[in-house]
Structures are given as C-alpha cells and as structure tokens.
C-alpha cells in the first residue's frame, strides 16, 4: 500500500508540475497598450506615433516569424531589412521574447521610454506567477533586448535624425495656404516628414492623391460650395454627428480656453486608434499569439506609410483649413467642433490612414468581421460596435466634415489614397506567401 501511495504522489506531482502554463496572448494586448500610454504620456505627435508603433512590433513580428510558417518574416516585405531575429536561441520562449522586444524597443526609441521598465517589471512578476522560472525569463528578456538593440540599428538609418537639421517651417502668406489655426496657433507638425523612409511602400509620392480642387474666395465656386458645406454642417450638427466626431477626434493635444487660462488634454493619436483596434479583434478572434504579434506589426507599418504619403501630399498642396477660409470669408465667430490641427488640410490623414488599416485588417479577418471598439472608454466616451472594418474607416473619414476641420474632397480623395495603400501592401503580402489569418486555422 505504502509503494502504491508514493506511485501516486509522483504520479500526481509530475502532472502538477508539468501542466500546461497559461497562454501568452493575454500579455499582448497590456503591453502593447504600455507603449501607447507612454506616446500619450509625451504627447507624440501623429506621423511620429507610427513611427514608434512600426518599430516596437517590428522586432518581435521578426522573432514570432521564426516559428510560425503562417507568419511573413519581415525581411520578405521590407527591402534591405536584416534578420533581426538571428540573435535569438532556439531553446528560448520566442513568445516570451517578443513581449519583451516590444518594451525594450519602446524603451530605447520612446522619448520617456525608461518609463517602461515598470512594464517589463510587472510582466516578469505576472510570468514567474504563472509558473515561469527566473532562467526562463531572464534568457527571454536577453534575447528581446538583442533584438530590440538590432531593431534599434536599423531605425537609426530612417532620416528621422535629420529633421532637426531642417530650417523652421514658414507659412506662406497667401489666399489659399494653411495658416496657424486657433487657439493656440501652433506651428507646422512635422513638415518634412516626406524624407522619412518607408516600410513597404516605394517613395512618399508612390500614391500622389489628385490635386484639390482649387481655392476660390467666390462662395458659389466649387471650392465656396466645400466651403460652404463645412460651415452649413457644423451649423447643425446632431447629436450622433457630434459624438462621431468626438469618437474619432484622435488630437494627441487638445487645448481648451477659459478666459486668459489654456489647459492641454493629452488622447490618443489616430494610429493609436487603430493599433488597439487590432489589439481588441485579435483578442477577439482568438488568435494564436504569433499571428496576432504579425498583425498588429502590419498594421502598423501600414500606418506608418501611410502619413508618410498624407504628410507628402499636406506640405505639397498646402490648402487653407477651412476654419479659416470661414472666419476671413463668411463669419469670424464661427468654431469648427473638433480643435483643427495644426498642418495643411489636403488630404484628411484619418481618412488615409484609417482606410488603409481597414483594408488590411479586412484583408486578414474579414470583410463582415463584427467587433465593439472600447478605445474611447478611457476618455469618457462610450464604445461602438461596427459590422466591418471598413465600417468603422468609413466613419472615422466622415468624421473630420462633422468636426469642421476637412473639406469632403480632402476625405473622398484621402480615402482613396488610403485604399491605393492598403491594396499595396496585401499584396506585398499576397506575393511573399501570406495568407487571410482565419482561414489558416482549423
């Protein structure tokens, strides 16, 4: 009886300590959020956000790649890019590495990036609760930070240094080109952000909307009648307009005015938006951890190319925001609804980018994909449930008309380019083997 029991004990002991730890993909989704709390946190402008979300997921898109043929290694999309990941063991949690990879990416790359090793911090402790030793971990974390060094390497050749080095942007003092906007007049975002190098596209200028229709003081010109549209919609807005508008405001800045005080709310930028977009339908959709950490990384060098097209085309055409084409012309008291950012109005960014995201999410998951998007929670603002991604991208283009800050051929013609876009990419995906995520799983 005595030897049955010790048979049991270790029978009972090897089952204990040989189950199966928890699934990694929970760990996603908190720290990829990390790093977006960090670019709210220094008030990263839009392009630059895409930047960083490109980098941060690029180094672990490269290490997940490694073990999941279903993955497109990064180096079959990006041209000249080197094996990021050749640093990485084989006998390593490559899952593990690529959580970590992201905070230190963030964290050599974030201007606050040092913030994120509480991030690193609490993962570790979440993962030795989990039943992870501190030699799984520790090897993990090194192999991330090797990869992040390289991932690091290889930003530093974009030209993003070389912006500092340009003269201050100058608004020109003419009828029909963008001037500072109220209340804060804020200078030119990022004005040269054309020389900044893409991921999967060729050159900024690859996908050159066509030009806008020109500026015209006569009210019953084509331009007027734009005009006019803008200021006869934020005139009357319903309700639905104006929380549509609130919803996709995105402004990683907005300056509200009492009097002689200013105070600054820090939100979320538009590429922010759509990465935890694809953060919540990965969840949703249940996807292994490597197709979702693939995912989130063209989504994100998506967006990335896309405001380098949009930024091209801004300091290109250079038009008048229509808050201030109404207030010289039609009605000086007049307020667009949203704060108008401060660049050029020609094409509307949300448009570019939210369209070319939405074709790859759609591309991947769906074209009926039904998902509640809770990414405004965080600022007051209730969810909302769409029936598809292009849905949601159709709304977030409509939104800058109901805001006051574009004029419809601005988000017709940026949905466009965004479309032109996101096509590109799938099939830079399509031709290096990859595959709609859903339909590979059984």
């Known amino acids: 009886m005595r030897q049955f029991l010790v048979i049991c004990l270790l029978c009972w002991s090897r089952l204990v300590f040989s189950a199966p730890k928890p699934a990694m993909q929970k760990h996603l989704q908190p720290t990829v959020f990390a790093l977006t709390m960090v670019m709210i946190h220094d008030v990263v402008n839009p392009p630059a956000a895409s930047r960083f979300y490109s980098y941060c997921l690029l180094g672990s898109h490269a290490i997940v790649a490694k073990k999941d043929p279903s993955v497109v290694m990064p180096s079959q999309l990006i041209r000249n890019l080197p094996d990021l990941a050749s640093s990485v063991p084989a006998t390593c949690n490559h899952q593990m590495a690529a959580l970590y990879c992201m905070l230190e990416t963030g964290r050599l790359l974030l201007p606050s990036g040092s913030t994120l090793e509480a991030g690193v911090q609490k993962l570790t402790a979440d993962l030795r609760k989990e039943g992870y030793t501190a030699a799984e971990t520790d090897a993990a974390r090194q192999a991330g930070v090797e990869v992040a060094k390289a991932v690091a390497a290889y930003a530093a050749g974009d030209n993003y240094q070389k912006l500092s080095s340009y003269l201050r942007y100058r608004p020109t003092k003419k009828d029909g080109y963008w001037y500072p906007t109220p209340p804060g007049y804020i200078e030119a975002i990022e004005p040269h952000w054309r020389i900044i190098r893409p991921m999967l596209i060729d050159s900024c200028s690859q996908f050159k909307p066509?030009?806008?229709?020109?500026?015209?003081?006569?009210?019953?010109?084509?331009?007027?009648?734009?005009?006019?549209?803008?200021?006869?919609?934020?005139?009357?807005?319903?309700?639905?307009?104006?929380?549509?508008?609130?919803?996709?405001?995105?402004?990683?800045?907005?300056?509200?005015?009492?009097?002689?005080?200013?105070?600054?709310?820090?939100?979320?930028?538009?590429?922010?938006?759509?990465?935890?977009?694809?953060?919540?339908?990965?969840?949703?959709?249940?996807?292994?951890?490597?197709?979702?950490?693939?995912?989130?990384?063209?989504?994100?060098?998506?967006?990335?190319?896309?405001?380098i097209s949009c930024w091209d085309e801004k300091f290109r055409s250079n038009r008048i925001r229509p808050e201030t084409v109404i207030n010289r012309?039609?009605?000086?008291?007049?307020?667009?609804?949203?704060?108008?950012?401060?660049?050029?109005?020609?094409?509307?960014?949300?448009?570019?980018?939210?369209?070319?995201?939405?074709?790859?999410?759609?591309?991947?998951?769906?074209?009926s994909f039904r998902f509640t998007d809770t990414t405004e929670e965080i600022f007051d603002l209730p969810s909302r449930t769409f029936v598809s991604f292009r849905q949601a991208a159709e709304e977030a283009s409509v939104s800058r008309l109901y805001g006051g800050i574009h004029y419809r051929d601005a988000i017709e013609n940026g949905q466009k380019q965004g479309r032109s876009i996101g096509q590109y990419v799938i099939n830079r995906v399509k031709n290096a083997g990859g595959r709609p995520l859903l339909s590979t799983r059984k």
């Open 210 to 307: 066509e030009p806008p229709v020109a500026y015209d003081a006569d009210m019953n010109s084509p331009f007027g009648k734009l005009v006019q549209e803008v200021y006869q919609t934020g005139r009357n807005l319903t309700p639905a307009q104006r929380l549509i508008a609130s919803y996709w405001d995105c402004n990683p800045f907005a300056i509200n005015t009492a009097g002689h005080m200013s105070i600054g709310f820090k939100k979320i930028s538009p590429g922010g938006h759509w990465i935890n977009i694809t953060s919540q339908v990965a969840a949703q959709a249940k996807l292994p951890f490597e197709q979702a950490v693939y995912i989130h990384s063209l989504v994100a060098m998506t967006l990335r190319d896309s405001f």
């Open 329 to 367: 012309l039609i009605d000086v008291r007049w307020q667009p609804l949203l704060q108008t950012p401060p660049f050029p109005e020609y094409t509307s960014g949300h448009s570019v980018i939210s369209t070319a995201a939405a074709e790859v999410l759609t591309y991947f998951l769906g074209d």
